[in-house]
């Protein structure tokens, strides 16, 4: 697929994280579906830890200096390491979006980028920058599903209707 399509789409999904972060009840902000489901200040939290620190730096470093090795983290150590549940949700969430901002205009600057150079991990093997840049656009889908799903749960678990008249989820 075309690298102009993978950051068109980039840039889309910041306007639709916006909208569907931007305006939510201290509520929902801090509630989990389940005891080892993040919550949306976790998953905002995340999200610009993600953008900053892994896809936009792991794809430079695959540009620029694919025999480099990456910095290494553990995403699930970030939430405790980081204080995820600590932040100012709105605060994170405009952090989150001038990051996105940021790794947009970054990558709409690269002149003739050579999508095809390869970093080679020692557990995950050969990663093209093209890989690291589909899987950017891959990951925000899989926060935008569990964002909807968490909203969706949250208010299954706030009215004394069923939902079944909306459809099955």
């Not at 993978?6 to 999904?13: C, V």
């Not at 305006?23 to 989990?32: E, F, G, P, R």
């Not at 002149?111 to 891959?138: F, I």
């Not at 799903?149 to 009215?159: D, R």
Request: aromatic share 12%.
């Amino acid at each position: 697929m075309d690298p102009e399509y993978i950051i068109d789409q980039l840039e889309e999904n910041q306007k639709s994280f916006k909208a569907l972060l931007g305006n939510v009840s201290m509520d929902l902000i801090n509630w989990k579906p389940g005891p080892e489901k993040w919550s949306l200040l976790e998953i905002v939290c995340h999200l610009y830890d993600e953008e900053r620190d892994d896809f936009r730096t792991r794809v430079k470093s695959v540009l620029e200096h694919p025999r480099k090795q990456f910095p290494k983290f553990d995403t699930h150590r970030w939430v405790i390491d980081h204080e995820y549940s600590k932040q100012d949700y709105y605060h994170k969430l405009l952090s989150f979006l001038a990051e996105r901002e940021e790794s947009v205009n970054w990558l709409r600057s690269l002149e003739v980028p050579n999508w095809q150079n390869v970093h080679v991990h020692p557990t995950l093997g050969k990663m093209s920058a093209e890989l690291l840049l589909n899987n950017w656009l891959a990951h925000d889908y899989h926060h935008i599903r569990q964002i909807n799903n968490n909203k969706y749960l949250f208010l299954k678990e706030h009215v004394k209707t069923s939902l079944r008249y909306a459809g099955e989820w």
